[in-house]
Structure formats: structure tokens, C-alpha cells
């Protein structure tokens, strides 16, 4: 700066262009050809009432929008620096006039027409911002309007850092291709109205996020999502939603609500990555459309249900027919009703790799009567000592591997199911248990039921329809009381082997060596370990007998039909009989 406290610009030879920029990345003047060092005052930056000022570069300035309308152009290419859109110092930049063109109608942002019909044209580097439509964002000023505008007109479009825009009404992304909206994170915030929507979104190559959502309170219940693709009748592809901050802890709807129809609605190619939902009044994200390849990742969903519980979901693939879609590496917790549900005809569905917290960890799956077929529990872990219950319904060939969870039970009412790998630790009588469903296999597992204060058994397959079942290999701890494994209720055609005692390594079948719990016959009890008498024990080696819960053994065939092979005697056993 000068001794008056201009700044002066210092250039060697040459040709160049000067821009100069406001806190917000917004343009506040711009001067080309400048081949001199140009003082540049107070006045420079800053007219009063809209005077036209000339520069020694030739440029031309107005303060505003309206300004520029009523100033004529009088050459082709004539270029013009705009101070801002309708406040000063916000959305301006520069203007260019465009000869041949006639017929351009005013969008109050990149094409100005004055009352001559001439076109001034902004000149976009990279992308639109909300500014250059009238956008204020200074959290008091409503923002709907000038931000829809600029919605329907660009595809290319980026919230400024550091603003808070107003939204009273749902702004409508419908019908868009190839089109971007993003900010630079947290710090660009939309501000709804209580129980206003920020937008409804369908179309094709549409990328949106990088800013937050705060709301007003409002206790008031929809089915609704604060970002809605309402794709009834119209497809829509490769629709993105990434880095989005949802806090709107008194708002009585979704964070995000995806619906269709079928066929006409379908959904190909829907990802949400690495949003932050934190208090949400009712549940994160709800999937109800058809739709394939859905990827919901690296999100964090954190304490939902706040206005209504009963749908404190987290995730809740629910739609018809979801195809080959995942929810993975996920931190969800605080969920009054499930971290995630699966409900419907879905297929292929994999839910791998997420973090389940809080009082109310559950996963459940298919909590109603229709099918979802290939289901993948893989990689996920659930925050130890908040015990919850996970329920695996009325799905086929579903695959629970390499899991941790704190359960209250772990529910298995579906056919062909394979629970393998996993470490579940529960705090009630029974952790495991294949209620009325047939062909599953439970091997290979450490379950853990000591913390409860009692134990009926450990894996339980229970009632007249739970049959054909492997329960292999696991290993087991239990409260006291009770059996490792049992049948009940009318179980039958289970198979118990090899499963041990957790911390002595014994056998845990239930087998002579303890007991086999059974209510019917019929039973195929493969790989007995028989062990000798425990030192001290007034038996003697060799004595064993295997009863029938709750029926005499005398003078009758219990084990009529029944299949006991590979009797394995250890320990001084002699003889072993029915």
C-alpha cells in the first residue's frame, strides 16, 4: 500500500490480468490488458448507488444485476465487472457482451438481457455458484427461489463455503442428466423449515453433497425423506450422494427416502457414501424402490427415532426387489428400532463390514412373510456389553459369516441358513436357536451365553419343523444349569458333533458324557466322545446311559430310528450300551 493506504499493484513488462476475489471466493473486480502498475482506491472497490466506473484497463464496472440490465453494450465482446448479484461484493463477476446472439432468454445469472435486447454473458471458469444466481446465504435471507432457478438452468453447480442458504420450500431436482451439486463440506449449510423437504431428486449421472442440513424443530410424523428420489413411473441411474450432514435431531422424517415402482421405476446405480446422519427424527436411509446395485458405505448413522422410535431404523432395505445391492463399512448405532433391517423380495444383498452401537444394536432381517434370497451377513461387529436381538426371517441361502455380536438371541427362522465363524455372545438362556426351519448348518462358532444368569441350552433348535440341521463344531460356554445343545419342542433329525466346551475342551453334544436332551426320536447323534468317570465320582468308568427329557427309559425303544455312530471310548470306557 501507498502512504494513503491504496494498494498498488507492481508488474515488470508485460501484459497481464488482475482479479481480485471477496472472502468467499466470489469476484470482486477484474481488470485485463494491464500493462502498468495501477493504483487502486477505496472507490474502486467499493461505488455508491450503482455509478458506473472506468478503469485505466478500459474495464467497465456496475455494482449489480439491475445495473448491468440497464447498461447498453456498445461492441461486440465488450467485457464488464459485476460487483454481485443483487448485494454487493456477492455473485458478481465478469460480463461479456455476445453480438450474435438474439434470442437467449434472461436467467437472472449467466445471461443478462437489457432493455435493448442485448446479451451480457458471465464468463464461468469451472463451475456455478449460487451466488451468481442471487443467492445470499446468509441465513436469514430466503434462498428457494434463486437457488431452484439455478437448479433448472445449470448442470454444473457448487455451494460457496462459510454460507448458510435458507430453504422454505422442496427444491426439485427431477429429470436432470449429468448433473453436479456440491459444496465444500459442513461449513455450506441449508437450513429447512420445519417439516419442509430440501429436495426431491430423479435422472441419470447425478452427483450431489459436500454440505449440511440443519432444521427447524418439528414434531410432526412423515414417511417422507429430507432428500427424496421419488422415481415413480421414471427410471433413473448412477445417482450419488456423498459427504452429507444431516443434523436435524427434531425433524419427524428421513434423512433420505428412496421409492419407485416396478417396472417403470427401477433404480440402477444408486450410492451413498460417507454421509453423517446425527439425530434424525425418524430413520436414516429408507430404500423402498426396485432397485439393483445399491451401495450404501462408509456412512455414519448415529441416534435415529428421536420424534417417532417405532421407526428408528437405521438402514431399511425394504423396497421390491433389490437387487445385488450392499450396505457395508457403516458406523450405525443409537437406532431405537435396528441398525439395519432387510425386509422384502430382495436378492443378493450383502450387508458386510459395519460397525453396530448403542443400546439397541439389532439386525434384522425379513421381519415379515416375504422372501429375500442370498443374503450375506458377513465382517460385522456389534458394540460389546449392548446385547440386542438379530433375527435372520423368512430368507433362503443366507450366509452369516465372521461376525461379532452381543445378542440377546440370535433368531434363525429361515431355511438353508449357514452361521459360520462367528463369535456371538448373548445374556439370555438361550443365544442360538433354528426356531421351525430345516437345513441349516451352525459350525464352526464360539457361542457364549455365560453372562446370562441361567442357561436352558446354548444353540436350541426348537419346535416340529426344525429339522435336517447341523449344529458342528462350535465352541461353547454356558451359564449354569442347562445343556450345551438340545432339541425341544418336537425337534427332530438334528445333528450334533464335535462341538466342545469353550474352556475345557469336552465335549459339548450332550452326549453320554453329559446328557442328550431330546423330545422325540429319530435323532442322528454322530462323533460321541464318551469319557470315563471324573476322578472321585461314585460311577464307575464305563457306566452311562442316554434318557429322554421328560421320559422314562423303561420298557421302551427310545432311540427307535435313530442313527448313533463313531462312538469314540476314552478314559477306561468299557462298554457302552442302550
Keep these: 500500500v501507498d502512504s494513503a493506504g491504496n494498494p498498488v499493484v507492481l508488474l515488470v513488462d508485460g501484459n497481464y490480468s488482475i482479479r481480485v476475489n471477496d472472502k468467499n471466493g466470489n469476484l470482486a473486480l477484474e481488470q485485463s490488458n494491464v500493462n502498468e502498475g495501477v493504483p487502486l482506491t477505496a472507490d474502486d472497490l467499493y461505488s455508491n448507488g450503482g455509478t458506473i466506473l472506468e478503469f485505466e484497463s478500459g474495464l467497465t464496472r456496475v455494482d449489480l444485476i439491475a445495473d448491468l440490465r440497464a447498461l447498453e453494450p456498445t461492441s461486440d465482446g465488450q467485457q464488464i465487472s459485476l460487483l454481485g448479484h443483487t448485494l454487493a461484493g456477492i455473485g458478481g463477476g465478469t460480463f461479456y457482451f455476445d453480438e450474435s446472439d438474439t434470442t437467449s ?91 419442509t423437504r430440501l429436495m426431491n431428486v430423479s435422472g441419470d449421472n447425478l452427483d450431489i453433497g459436500g454440505f449440511a442440513i440443519k432444521s427447524a424443530a418439528s414434531t410432526s410424523i412423515t414417511s417422507e425423506g429430507i432428500i427424496t428420489i421419488n ?35 427401477l433404480i440402477d446405480g444408486l450410492e451413498i457414501r460417507n454421509c453423517d446422519v446425527q439425530n434424525i427424527g425418524r430413520m436414516g436411509f429408507e430404500i423402498l424402490a426396485q432397485a439393483e446395485n445399491t451401495n450404501i458405505h462408509h456412512n455414519t448413522i ?41 425386509v422384502g423380495t430382495q436378492q443378493g444383498v450383502k450387508l458386510h463390514d459395519n460397525m453396530l452401537f448403542g443400546a439397541n ?57 449357514i452361521i459360520r465363524d462367528n463369535n456371538i455372545f448373548s445374556n439370555q438362556a438361550t443365544a442360538v436357536i433354528i426356531d421351525n426351519h430345516e437345513r441349516c448348518i451352525v459350525e464352526s462358532n464360539l457361542v457364549d451365553n455365560s453372562a446370562s444368569g441361567s442357561n436352558n441350552a446354548t444353540i436350541r433348535c426348537f419346535n416340529t419343523g426344525a429339522v ?36 475345557t475342551l ?73
Excluded at 444394536?361 to 436381538?389: F, K
Excluded at 432339541?487 to 464335535?498: C, I, L, M, V
Excluded at 469319557?531 to 429322554?548: D, E, K, M, N, W
Design 302 to 342: 448415529n441416534n435415529t427415532g428421536i420424534v417417532s422410535s417405532i421407526f428408528g431404523m437405521g438402514v431399511s432395505l425394504s423396497g421390491d426387489s433389490l437387487v445385488e445391492s450392499s450396505c457395508s463399512n457403516n458406523n450405525i448405532g443409537n437406532c431405537p428400532f435396528a441398525c439395519i433391517e432387510v
Design 468 to 503: 435336517l440341521n447341523l449344529i458342528s463344531s462350535n465352541r461353547i460356554r454356558k451359564a449354569s444349569g442347562g445343556s450345551f445343545v438340545d432339541n425341544n419342542s418336537g425337534a427332530t433329525q438334528n445333528t450334533f458333533r464335535e462341538n466342545e466346551n469353550a474352556d
Design 105 to 195: 432468454a434472461d436467467n437472472n445469472g449467466t445471461i443478462i438481457v437489457t432493455t435493448g435486447s442485448k446479451r451480457w454473458k458471465r464468463i464461468v471458469l469451472d463451475f456455478v455458484t449460487l451466488e451468481m444466481y442471487g443467492a445470499i446465504g446468509d441465513g436469514d435471507v430466503d434462498d428457494t427461489a434463486t437457488i431452484q432457478n439455478c437448479i433448472d438452468i445449470e448442470n454444473t453447480i457448487k455451494g460457496s463455503p462459510n454460507q448458510e442458504y435458507v430453504i422454505t420450500s422442496i427444491l426439485n431436482v427431477n429429470g436432470k442428466t449429468d448433473f453436479t451439486f456440491i459444496a465444500d463440506g459442513p461449513s455450506t449449510v441449508f437450513n429447512i423449515d420445519a417439516g
Design 361 to 417: 444394536a439389532a439386525l434384522i432381517s425379513n421381519t415379515n412373510v416375504t422372501i429375500a434370497d442370498g443374503l450375506s451377513i458377513q465382517g460385522n461387529v456389534s458394540e460389546p456389553g449392548e446385547y440386542s436381538i438379530i433375527k435372520i426371517h423368512s430368507s433362503k441361502d443366507t450366509l452369516v459369516l465372521g461376525n461379532t455380536f452381543y445378542v440377546t438371541r440370535l433368531d434363525i427362522a429361515t431355511d438353508g441358513a
Design 506 to 578: 469336552a465335549p459339548a453334544d450332550d452326549s453320554p458324557a453329559q446328557r442328550i436332551v431330546a423330545d422325540v426320536t429319530t435323532n442322528d447323534y454322530v462323533n460321541i466322545d464318551l469319557l470315563g468317570a471324573p476322578a472321585g465320582s461314585s460311577r464307575r468308568a464305563g457306566q452311562f446311559r442316554i434318557t429322554v427329557s421328560g421320559t422314562s427309559n423303561s420298557g421302551t425303544d427310545l432311540f427307535s430310528g435313530s442313527t448313533i455312530v463313531n462312538v469314540r471310548m476314552r478314559d477306561e470306557v468299557t462298554a457302552f450300551s442302550l
Design 231 to 265: 422415481n415413480l413411473g421414471v427410471p433413473s441411474s448412477n445417482i450419488l450422494f456423498r459427504d452429507i450432514l444431516f443434523d436435524c435431531p427434531n425433524h419427524g422424517m428421513n434423512a433420505m427416502l428412496i421409492k419407485g415402482n416396478s417396472p417403470s421405476g
